[in-house]
């Protein structure tokens, strides 16, 4: 499978046969900085996770989720930092602190996105599903508050198909822009 993920500059190609199958081969498809591309090999990732489909999670007034950030989380006696990004096809790739997210990813996830304009309870970010992230792939919704002008986020989990199984991307989260 060929799939495109990360603003265009990381090209992944994985092959998987499913979350919680095998480990994965990844290679990247990355600039040469002359306008070219270089082929690299991760060799084996410590993701087991198929590259998100693209899609169109719409969008958010004012700030954007799309980009590379750090975060923290937490929920209950649970708690990870890391970092992610967030791609503006629907697709979110994340790990520990200090991942190369062009090389490789632990975890991975599709979301939307909802500005809140049509009702008084303000954006939301959708998690519709999520890999490697615990063991739950179910969806969650998260408030979406902007800080800093757009340079902190906080996602506060408002429903969640999970019993606290997720440890990254779930409960209380900051993301801070990297």
Do not use: K
């Not at 060799?43 to 169109?56: E, F, K, M, Q, R």
């Not at 004012?62 to 791609?87: A, K, M, Q, R, Y």
Request: net charge negative; aromatic share 8%; with cysteine.
């Amino acid at each position: 499978m060929r799939a495109s993920a990360a603003f265009g500059f990381l090209t992944l190609l994985l092959s998987a046969t499913a979350c919680g199958g095998e480990v994965a081969e990844i290679g990247a498809t990355l600039p040469a900085g002359d306008g070219g591309e270089v082929e690299a090999s991760a060799g084996p990732s410590t993701s087991i996770c198929p590259l998100v489909p693209a899609s169109d999670p719409g969008t958010l007034q004012g700030c954007s989720l799309v980009g590379t950030w750090t975060f923290s989380s937490w929920h209950g006696s649970v708690s990870s930092t890391g970092v992610v990004l967030i791609d503006p096809e629907g697709g979110y790739y994340g790990g520990p602190t200090g991942t190369d997210l062009t090389q490789t990813y632990a975890f991975d996830g599709a979301y939307a996105v909802d500005d809140g304009a049509h009702d008084a309870g303000g954006p939301t970010f959708h998690l519709l599903h999520s890999c490697g992230d615990g063991t739950c792939s179910g969806e969650g919704v998260f408030q979406v508050q902007f800080r800093s002008g757009c340079d902190v986020v906080e996602l506060t989990e408002l429903v969640t198909a999970c019993t606290g199984d997720r440890t990254a991307i779930a409960g209380h989260l900051v993301l801070t822009v990297r």
